[in-house]
């Protein structure tokens, strides 16, 4: 066996890699090794696989979701404690909060609900009076605008502009051009009491963020036509922040909070969606707590396959330790095995894993209900450094899977084993 290593170059300092590449390799009397060794791959890479395709949807779902609510909703927004009239001294607070650190620029907001008429029928929804001077809003409406400009919301052609969402403006029937009458439930005053007040509006365009509850509910005029048609002073309902990096909202938040007053409070979008956000991260402990269960059982897998092998190749070890190998060579050949079946497992589980997920993304596989989920698809956002842990993980159960047969290998006495051949 000495003469032979000592023809393989690379091998020469690997006696352990090569006795356990061969007994891997080698056919066996007792078929059903082979065939536990298979599963124990297989396992393996299922584990893998599943895992990575799972940790791939988790990241999707919040990173749309994030990207979502960042592209509709303010990084922090200032609202009163308690509901009034609304924050009168927003001019003198803009610029305070426009010098605070991380903070790209500030703008007011005034919305309220109201029902949209269209030829179809009518909805209610939001009507977000926004200040298109500012990038905070602009930006965004620019960036999800999928018909006609911001431009033309701007320009007075008598009829003030309106941005209707792309479901809102789908259910009632609106087009670009169309004048679309927004119904104010609060009304006006008569001698018969409260009436609904009506208003007209140009459609000046139609926007998509992809949440669909957003799509389906929100629309943006200009912030002077929603003071107009809500009766109200030179006021906002919050001012909304724009911060980079988004990571650092929460402390603008609580440096904003020695600004602005002991009447009004700053929230961050982590606080306002930190429901939804902490449903993420458990899904995601529940989901590697889970499918973490299958690497357990292909170590389970590997553990009977080593075991039964040193069963089979008790007078081979013991043959070797004649020839004098060592106690921790021998051990080392086991260990290898387990390792080779935990590599090839993990390299195949991460193939079909990120080559699932990449395939899911590019051709949207996974539709969904956009009116159940708010998403037409299921998002994949497989990630590199997934792979090393996860596949770290899988190789270091495999390892640990091959401690009691290599221990079991090492106690092996040659004598006993070869007293009879």
């Known amino acids: 066996m000495k003469v032979r290593i000592a023809t393989l170059p690379f091998l020469k300092t690997s006696f352990e890699l090569f006795v356990a590449v061969r007994y891997l390799r080698a056919k066996r009397k007792q078929a059903m090794i082979s065939v536990v060794t298979g599963i124990s791959v297989i396992g ?13 949807i988790n990241n999707g779902f919040r990173s749309t979701l994030q990207r979502t609510l960042l592209q509709a909703t303010a990084h922090v927004s200032i609202l009163e ?21 991380n903070v790209q620029s500030a703008a007011p907001i005034l919305y309220g609900p109201f029902f949209f008429s269209g030829p179809l029928q009518s909805e209610g929804g939001i009507l977000k009076g926004a200040d298109l001077h500012s990038s905070v809003h602009r930006d965004d409406l620019q960036r999800n605008l999928i018909e006609g400009s ?6 007075d052609e008598g009829v003030p502009g309106i941005i209707l969402g792309s479901r809102l403006a789908q259910s ?13 439930p609060q009304g006006e005053l008569s001698p018969y009491g409260p009436k609904p007040a009506y208003y ?31 009766s109200v002073g030179d006021v906002a309902n919050s001012i909304e922040l724009k911060v980079s990096p988004v990571d650092k909202a929460q402390e603008v938040a609580r440096l904003a909070t020695a600004v602005i007053g002991s009447n009004l409070a700053a929230t961050s979008w982590m606080e306002t969606n930190k429901q939804i956000l902490s449903a993420l991260k458990m899904e995601r402990i529940v989901i590697t707590v889970t499918i973490g269960l299958i690497q357990l059982v292909a170590a389970l897998n590997i553990l009977i396959s080593l075991v039964m092998m040193v ?17 921790d060579q021998i051990r080392r050949i086991f260990v290898f095995q387990g390792a080779m079946i935990g590599i090839v497992g993990t390299a195949i589980g991460l193939i079909f894993g990120y080559g699932i997920s990449y395939a899911a993304q590019t051709w949207h596989l996974i539709p969904l209900d ?7 698809w299921v998002p994949f956002e497989p990630r590199w450094w997934d792979a090393i842990w996860v596949g770290g993980g899988a190789i270091l159960v495999s390892l640990i899977a091959t401690l009691y047969p290599a221990g079991s290998a090492t106690r092996i006495l040659p004598a006993e084993s070869l007293r009879y051949e």
């Open 44 to 56: 393996v890479a299922a584990g893998v696989m599943a895992l990575i395709v799972a940790l791939a």
């Open 81 to 101: 404690k308690q509901p009034g009239s609304g924050i009168e001294n927003w001019r003198e607070l803009l610029p305070k909060l426009q010098t605070l650190p």
């Open 150 to 155: 911001l431009d033309s919301l701007e320009r």
């Open 172 to 184: 009632i029937g609106m087009t670009v051009g169309a004048r679309v009458t927004v119904i104010s």
């Open 200 to 230: 007209y509006f140009r459609v000046a365009g139609i926007f998509e963020s992809g949440f669909y509850e957003i799509d389906r509910a929100w629309a943006f005029a200009s912030f002077k036509a929603v003071q107009k048609i809500l």
């Open 311 to 327: 069963m089979e190749k008790h007078r081979d070890i013991a043959l070797l330790m004649s020839m004098g190998a060592r106690r």
């Open 370 to 376: 956009a009116q159940v989920y708010s998403l037409q």
